[in-house]
């Protein structure tokens, strides 16, 4: 199957998988939320890989959402059902990462922003690079913290520091999302590739059928009730699309942007 935006490469029982859009933001389009969401459901079967390794461009992870997407624009036009189903992909993306029989290692460099974050928290290990960091804007423009992201934050970094990191939008370096439970290795810029591939052998090199026993043991155990606290956000995110607090924050996210950019 091959894909306009996602990359796989091979290498024993190591994958990696690879997604950019061309351009250094590499925000996620609709499209290759899909692809993503294709890619994690394929090593459902395979029984071959052991660790899967996620990584954006060399620049940067992901910006997120892709406001500009000329089908994102579409959906925002259309009924509320068919703005639920698309709300919904980012969901379904996040959970066929998290329920891939795989280990999965995120390689972050640069920056990894809104739904970039919400991907990276749905993979078992991450790396960043030192100058990386993670930010949620979702509440700035307007917007629920959806994908079902909330309670996999929440496991990762417990709920006091889950809700500063979704209500105060703070940019989290590489260092404090280590000290958080974020990130599980802070490497030098450049390198997070090579590490996550250092780490990735180091599991294939363990049973696979034991390997793939006790991450689906832990995951049943941390993630029991994450459906049940997040089963609606999809609802909620397109019932803040049709606020006035959306249409403030959008504003004003476009307005700061064209000033960022004429700045210079």
């Given at each position: 199957?091959?894909?306009e935006f ?24 609709l499209?290759l ?9 394929v ?5 071959q890989?052991?660790?899967v ?20 624009q579409?959906v ?31 390689a ?18 991450r790396?960043m690079g030192?100058?990386?960091?993670m ?15 909330l ?14 990191i ?10 404090e ?25 180091r ?7 034991p ?11 941390v ?5 049940t ?6 609802d ?20 700061k ?8």
């Amino acid at each position: 199957m091959s894909h306009e935006f996602v990359h796989i490469s091979r290498e024993d029982r190591v994958a990696v998988v690879r997604f950019d859009r061309g351009f250094d933001l590499n925000p996620l389009s609709l499209k290759l939320i899909r692809e993503l969401t294709q890619v994690a459901q394929v090593f459902q079967d395979d029984l071959q890989t052991s660790a899967v390794i996620l990584t954006g461009r060399a620049s940067s992870f992901t910006a997120g959402i892709d406001l500009k997407d000329p089908e994102i624009q579409r959906v925002m036009k259309v009924s509320i059902g068919e703005k639920i189903h698309a709300a919904s992909q980012g969901a379904r993306m996040c959970r066929a990462w998290e329920e891939m029989p795989q280990v999965t290692v995120a390689a972050i460099e640069g920056f990894c922003l809104g739904g970039g974050v919400s991907l990276a928290v749905s993979c078992d290990l991450r790396l960043m690079g030192r100058s990386a960091y993670m930010r949620v804007p979702e509440l700035e423009l307007g917007f629920n913290m959806s994908w079902q992201t909330l309670p996999r934050l929440a496991n990762l970094v417990g709920p006091a520091r889950a809700k500063r990191i979704v209500l105060l939008a703070e940019r989290i370096g590489a260092q404090e999302a280590e000290s958080w439970g974020l990130a599980d290795w802070v490497v030098e810029d450049g390198k997070t590739l090579e590490e996550a591939r250092r780490v990735a052998r180091r599991i294939a090199e363990m049973p696979p059928l034991p390997v793939r026993m006790t991450k689906q043991a832990v995951n049943a155990h941390v993630n029991a009730l994450n459906h049940t606290a997040s089963f609606m956000d999809a609802d909620q995110f397109t019932l803040t699309l049709l606020t006035e607090d959306h249409r403030e924050g959008l504003q004003a996210f476009l307005e700061k942007r064209k000033a960022k950019f004429k700045a210079g």
